[in-house]
């Protein structure tokens, strides 16, 4: 039996061991406290931001937070027990959740945006995180999805596509009436099949952009004389249009009109107008780029200006280039601009043309370039002058394969008749 002193030691020892007990558990009871507040705390910011569900494994709902019930419609009562796709929206297909199944059942986590239908049928869209809760052998037994809306973003998005289209269908009917209105005062059709006011064998290959030119042809006829222009102006599509109409205009009031059909004479009247128009008025020069043919037919014989025109005469099967001017139209240097005087010989070929096709980018990412468009040309010259057109546009196409045009392009091959 202990004495009183020992008894008195044990009891001493106890009661420290009490208190020191009482004090780890008044310092557990704060931790616990302190751990369920901040548990609260980041709950509370939860189902402020995000929409958070629980399922079994077979998609039955058996939790929903706050927002979830706000933003879908639903009470809490209506979604427990709820297959979880009381929410899906028809517009949704079916393999975007085989895809989610597929990818949370095997134990690994899905993300994608997700249309939901609200209660009241209206809808409403989502970032969600899908992902499974696995039990000791790595099988899922729940499935957490934690979501956020973003159906204000999707629907401005849904807002732009359609203004987008709107935007796009006004610029295509503004590109027809525009296109319709140069086709007019080409005064020929370039798919026809004499394009051209001539008795010469020739074809035509324009191939506007977005319908509407910057590149264009024009003709006029009297007696055995044609008078032909190739141009190519600044800018493509719309602007380059109207470069190429407000043109057009002009050269068709000083021949048809004025009665100017000398070359030397048009290329100074035209280089003197353009930059009348839009000298001092615009941040960046407008200018054409063209060549002004002369032919007369009945005397074989060719006159021209080129002013950067780009052109070549095929003689016996060899290539030469035309003399051109190293400025264009509107630079206001037209009275420097002589014109060329040579005889046509039967077999001769004509090729005019602007940059739209050695500029075009070919699969590689490259430019065809003019070495290789010459070599083109130069090819051409074993082929009979019918097969040509379809000869060069596959080649073309051949080089160009799904890359899309890069710019306008027009040519003009006339062929002198044996």
């Not at 931790?31 to 569900?53: M, N, P, T």
């Not at 006159?303 to 030469?320: D, E, P, Q």
């Not at 037209?334 to 014109?339: C, M, T, V």
């Amino acid at each position: 039996m202990p004495s009183p002193s020992e008894l008195s030691q044990l009891l001493q020892a106890l009661a420290q061991n009490l208190a020191q007990y009482e004090n780890a558990q008044l310092s557990l009871q704060e931790r616990l406290h302190s751990l369920e507040r901040e548990l609260h705390d980041r709950q509370a910011i939860i189902d402020r931001f995000a929409l958070v569900s629980e399922t079994d494994t077979r998609g039955i709902i058996t939790y929903a937070n706050p927002k979830f019930c706000e933003v879908s419609g639903y009470s809490l009562e209506e979604l427990l027990g709820k297959p979880h796709n009381i929410v899906r929206h028809p517009d949704m297909p079916k393999e975007a959740f085989k895809n989610l199944w597929d990818t949370i059942k095997a134990g690994k986590i899905w993300q994608g945006e997700i249309k939901n239908r609200r209660k009241d049928g209206s809808h409403y869209w989502v970032l969600a995180t899908v992902g499974p809760l696995l039990d000791a052998d790595g099988h899922p037994y729940r499935y957490v999805s934690m979501r956020v809306d973003i159906t204000r973003q999707k629907d401005l998005e849904e807002q732009l596509r359609q203004e987008r289209n709107r935007l796009a269908e006004d610029l295509q009917s503004n590109l027809a009436v525009a296109a319709a209105l140069q086709k007019a005062l080409l005064s020929f059709t370039p798919n026809s099949e004499t394009p051209l006011p001539t008795s010469f064998p020739h074809f035509v290959l324009w191939q506007p952009l977005q319908g509407v030119s910057g590149d264009f042809f024009w003709g006029a006829s009297e007696k055995s004389r044609i008078l032909l222009f190739i141009g190519d102006s600044v800018g493509h599509g719309a602007a380059g249009g109207l470069v190429s109409t407000l043109f057009l205009q002009e050269l068709r009031h000083l021949v048809q009109d004025k009665g100017i059909w000398s070359p030397e004479r048009l290329a100074e009247e035209l280089d003197e107008r353009l930059g009348y128009l839009f000298r001092q008025k615009l941040p960046v020069p407008v200018t054409i780029d063209g060549t002004l043919l002369l032919i007369d037919e009945g005397r074989r014989k060719l006159t021209y200006v080129a002013l950067r025109g780009k052109a070549l005469l095929a003689r016996k099967g060899t290539l030469h280039p035309l003399e051109r001017y190293p400025f264009s139209f509107g630079e206001l240097l037209g009275k420097a601009a002589q014109e060329h005087t040579l005889p046509l010989e039967p077999g001769d070929r004509l090729y005019v043309y602007s940059d739209g096709f050695p500029d075009q980018i070919g699969k590689e990412g490259k430019k065809l370039g003019s070495e290789r468009w010459e070599s083109l040309l130069q090819s051409l010259q074993s082929v009979s002058f019918c097969d040509q057109p379809s000869t060069l546009e596959k080649a073309l196409q051949d080089w160009q394969g799904e890359t899309p045009q890069t710019d306008d392009r027009v040519l003009v091959a006339i062929e002198v008749p044996q």
